[in-house]
């Protein structure tokens, strides 16, 4: 018998000294000192500690509390013989194997087998056991962190009980065995192992009736609760019994199944997704001290309670198999019962049943085949009988669904990884791990390791193209690399020519049986009808994110949301956020969209797509007509449209600002796509609708993007009413960006046509347009012969809206003239009748050009009061550029009444609003008027600060103006 250590684990937390308990006070320096202990002589890391000492939400002072705690610790720790030690990363506790229990266990333990089945051997197994003075660290309450490692000790324990008996066997000590082996059944009542070793013991020891008594018990335990028969082995230990001859084969030992595929050498990235998976399956690892120590035993999974799974899913060719294996190899000695390795099929065109799965199962685990119970659920029952309480490690590779995983679940002890396309959310307790592409730098890392480190960085712009046209997925960098690989007279430059062609990307992402658009393919043969369908359109609609009413135009009904669903739950579409809105935004991976656009060549999917951009424009009119202010807005044309549902349509654009910033995207892209599909109307009538949005939001940029498209498009088809409504919208982006020639050019091109055709308000508006290019211009006089002749043609269509517009033009050119009394009249015209018409964006317009009025009339006051009339209007219209220019006049007013404090607050706000929507001319204008307020102050540095940078803003928007065309 050997005496206890002053060191204990193997029981309730013990440490004492000279046969007298040392009191170690406090629950948190306890588990500190335990956690210390079970990882004896080697460093524990102090986030590992922390998670044990505040499992849920570790305080801001857990740090200095820890340390406050090790520091506690180390007097009873030293008067027990131990010493605490401290490491840049964690703390270790240092003492001989013989005072702390547990190592001394595993030290007599190994004495024990070194020995043979000696009576030496059970005397070092029967002090090995006297150690044990209950469940491990029983007084404390569990960690996750510990989790590993006390399964590791109650399965060695476990172990040593179970050779002890052997060895007890071997040595005729027959009487003494059968009460081991009683003992051990009480805690393993259905492990036919142990059965079968008390009834050799029974027999051999002249108790030949109690052991069939033994067997009958058994029997009727495992038909009874598992629906199961004895194995052959039981069986035939009964059949000696009952021959009154020598039992064979005592002692069987299952086999331990090893089959786990290879890892992958070249396994890259992913370290969050490692991390995660390996916590899961282990839990966290010690740091080792640097001086070499022996090492552990290797650690246990799982002993009791239910498994642990993870179901690893995402897009095909994502890795998803690559990881779990390279996850499964890293734990694999945490599992020293097995690794079941199963391929389900889940992607083929039949998947493996599971009944044939639990077969292949079963004989892996030492079952003959003639053994195998006929049903699926005999067999599932005997395959969790086997596994109850073996830390075996259990990889599930390409399941279909939970259904088919279910049935290969254990009872308990054990972990399962599986890996599926499919997301499987179903099994209680599993942990789903979504795997994304790989970032860039992993992509070219993996690229790296597959062609050659060197190769790649030698040409690191093609080898970021090369990562990039791959998509980050692994499967095409790997065919990348292997391609590379075996052509090394390529350069990188040569592969990332080919890949730049979109339409034979896919091809050239085949390298022997690796090939991109096969993998997913795979899925996509699995899919529904309606669920391909809406995948081959998406596949059209470019690589931004849409909204989930796109698959209800795909398919021309409402509420689609289960084939939605459908396309997510297999990875091949995914669910990326959720906008403002509270919309949720889905995107398809881009090699998944390229398969699909390469089969969406049919007339169905021609017309789903001419629904989707229906929509886009049924949307976008539904939204326009909620801003506050239109622009001359250009019938859309008769393209056909598809409408959303009424109700998701008004609460989607009840706010239409927020709509159009967050579909502003999807739009620009629809507008492209209009243009390249047809018809051109499509395509012209969603980029006149955009107009008003851009203009509000000074999106110049799109709004010259999808005009100038759409133009395109228009004079290819031949639909001259596009052309001259888009030649109409691009000039007036000309006019904001200051290039008044391009602007009239493209004016009197479109008032041509629209003359043609006979549109008497489409030629109207474009004079309106070479009215304000002659006005900024400075050619005041033309300018308003163009404005009356407009209002003229306004006037003779009955045009109240052209009216009212050509009448503040009118006013307003007036004004620049210095002729008060006309622009008072023709603005107090415009103002009638934008009241008569409920216009109040117009009234805000007419009322800041009251206030310029006013304020050439020495008249501040009115004047600030029709500038904050006007302000008033706009920020209740939510138009903040219009709102802008209503500031920048106040705040030039307030200065020129002296109130410098209050007219640079304003013309600060209103530089601010110009810089945030892009209007340089705004800000030129802002500048300009800061720089006057700062010189009238005084304060000439900061003047001449303003001032240059308006200077410099004119000169690069008139650098910027082309010739006329």
Not at 407 to 418: I, N, Q, R, W
Not at 774 to 785: C, P
Not at 953 to 958: A, E, G, T, W
């Amino acid at each position: 018998m050997v005496d206890q250590p002053n060191f204990g684990v193997l029981g309730p937390l013990l440490v004492r000294s000279a046969d007298r308990a040392l009191r170690v006070a406090g629950r948190k320096p306890r588990l500190l000192l335990a956690s210390l202990l079970l990882e004896a002589n080697q460093i524990v890391a102090s986030d590992a500690l922390i998670e044990v000492l505040w499992p849920a939400r570790a305080p801001s002072s857990a740090v200095a509390n820890l340390r406050t705690y090790v520091s506690a610790l180390r007097g009873p720790v030293t008067a027990a013989g131990g010493r605490i030690v401290t490491h840049p990363s964690g703390y270790a506790v240092e003492l001989a194997a013989g005072q702390l229990d547990m190592l001394l266990f595993e030290q007599l333990a190994e004495r024990a087998r070194a020995a043979g089945r000696t009576g030496e051997a059970a005397g070092h197994l029967r002090d090995a056991l006297a150690l044990w003075r209950g469940t491990p660290l029983s007084d404390l309450p569990a960690s996750p962190v510990w989790d590993g490692r006390l399964r590791a000790l109650v399965q060695a324990r476990l172990a040593a009980a179970e050779e002890l008996a052997e060895t007890k066997l071997a040595r005729e000590q027959y009487a003494a065995a059968v009460d081991d082996l009683r003992a051990l059944i009480g805690e393993h009542p259905y492990r036919e192992d142990l059965w079968q070793r008390l009834i050799v013991a029974l027999h051999r020891g002249g108790r030949r009736a109690e052991a069939l008594h033994a067997y009958t018990e058994i029997r009727r335990q495992l038909v009874d609760d598992l629906g199961i028969e004895p194995g052959p082995d039981l069986r035939d230990a009964h059949a000696a019994v009952l021959a009154d001859e020598e039992p064979g084969r005592l002692g069987y030992q299952p086999p331990v199944p090893h089959q786990l595929p290879a890892d992958v050498p070249d396994f890259t990235g992913r370290a969050a997704d490692v991390a995660a998976l390996t916590h899961l399956l282990s839990g966290p690892a010690p740091v080792p001290l640097s001086v070499p120590l022996p090492a552990p035993p290797s650690g246990a999974a799982g002993v009791a309670g239910p498994p642990v799974v993870a179901v690893v899913t995402g897009p095909p060719g994502i890795g998803k198999t690559a990881l779990a294996v390279h996850c499964a190899h890293a734990v694999r000695d945490a599992y020293p019962e097995g690794q079941l390795h199963l391929s389900l099929g889940g992607t083929a065109e039949t998947p493996a049943a599971p009944a044939d799965l639990l077969a292949e199962a079963l004989r892996s685990l030492g079952v003959a085949e003639g053994a195998l119970p006929a049903s699926a659920h005999e067999r599932a029952t005997l395959y969790r009988s086997l596994l109850a309480g073996r830390p075996v490690l259990v990889l599930l590779d390409d399941a279909a669904d939970a259904a088919q995983v279910r049935p290969l679940l254990p009872g308990s002890g054990c972990a399962v990884l599986v890996t599926s396309r499919r997301r499987i959310t179903e099994l209680p307790g599993a942990v789903l791990l979504e795997l994304d592409a790989l970032t860039p730098a992993e992509g070219g890392e993996l690229l790296a390791r597959i062609a050659g480190a060197g190769r790649v960085g030698a040409e690191p712009e093609a080898a970021r193209s090369i990562v990039a046209a791959c998509g980050g997925l692994p499967l095409a960098l790997r065919v990348a690399g292997a391609r590379l690989a075996a052509r090394p007279g390529w350069s990188l430059q040569e592969l990332r020519r080919r890949l730049d062609d979109e339409s034979t990307r896919l091809d050239e992402l085949r390298a022997g049986d690796l090939e991109v658009r096969a993998c997913v393919e795979l899925s996509y043969r699995r899919l529904p009808h309606e669920a391909a369908l809406t995948l081959r359109a998406l596949g059209l609609l470019g690589p931004g994110t849409v909204p989930g009413w796109v698959a209800d135009a795909v398919l021309d009904r409402h509420r689609s949301d289960a084939v939605v669903d459908t396309l997510v739950d297999v990875s091949l579409l995914r669910l990326v956020g959720t906008d403002p809105l509270g919309q949720p935004r889905y995107l398809l991976p881009d090699l998944v969209r390229r398969t699909a656009r390469e089969r969406a060549d049919g007339e169905a999917e021609r017309q789903a797509l001419a629904r989707v951009l229906g929509g886009w424009t049924s949307a976008a009119e539904h939204a326009a007509a909620r801003l506050p202010t239109t622009l001359f807005s250009v019938p859309a044309g008769a393209a056909p449209r598809w409408r959303p549902d009424d109700e998701l349509l008004g609460r989607l654009t009840a706010d239409p600002l927020t709509w159009f910033d967050a579909e502003r995207e999807a739009l620009v892209e629809a507008v492209r796509l209009a243009a390249a599909h047809g018809p051109a109307q499509a395509a012209w009538g969603l980029a006149a609708t955009l107009v008003p949005y851009f203009d509000l939001h000074c999106r110049l940029e799109e709004w010259r993007l999808t005009h100038q498209v759409a133009l395109d498009s228009a004079a290819a088809a031949g639909d001259r009413r596009g052309e001259a409504a888009m030649l109409r919208g691009l000039a007036q982006v000309s006019l904001y960006q200051d290039r008044y020639a391009e602007a009239a050019g493209m004016l009197r091109r479109a008032r041509v046509i629209f003359r043609e055709l006979g549109d008497a308000r489409g030629e109207a508006i474009s004079i309106c347009g070479l009215g304000a290019a002659d006005e900024f211009s400075g050619r005041h006089r033309r300018a308003l012969g163009w404005f009356r002749h407009a209002l003229a043609m306004f006037l003779a269509e009955g045009d109240v809206d052209g009216e009212a517009y050509a009448r503040q033009a009118i006013g307003r050119v007036h004004l620049s003239l210095q002729d008060l009394g006309q622009a008072s009249r023709w603005l107090g015209e415009a103002l009638r009748l934008a009241g008569e018409l409920g216009d109040d964006h117009r009234e805000g317009c007419v009322s800041m050009q009251f206030g310029r009025l006013h304020t050439l009339a020495a008249e501040p006051d009115e004047a600030m009061r029709f500038q904050g009339r006007a302000l008033d209007i706009f920020e209740t219209l939510g138009d903040r550029h219009c709102g802008a220019y209503a500031l920048r006049s106040l705040g030039g007013l307030h200065a020129a009444r002296g109130d410098r404090s209050h007219g640079s607050a304003e013309l600060q706000r209103s530089l601010e609003i110009f810089q945030q929507l892009g209007d340089r001319s705004g800000e030129a204008d802002a500048f300009q008027a800061l720089g006057e307020l700062y010189r009238a102050a005084g304060r000439p540095m900061l003047a001449a600060h303003y001032l240059h940078r308006a200077v410099d803003l004119r000169s690069q928007l008139r650098a910027g103006a082309p010739a006329a065309g």
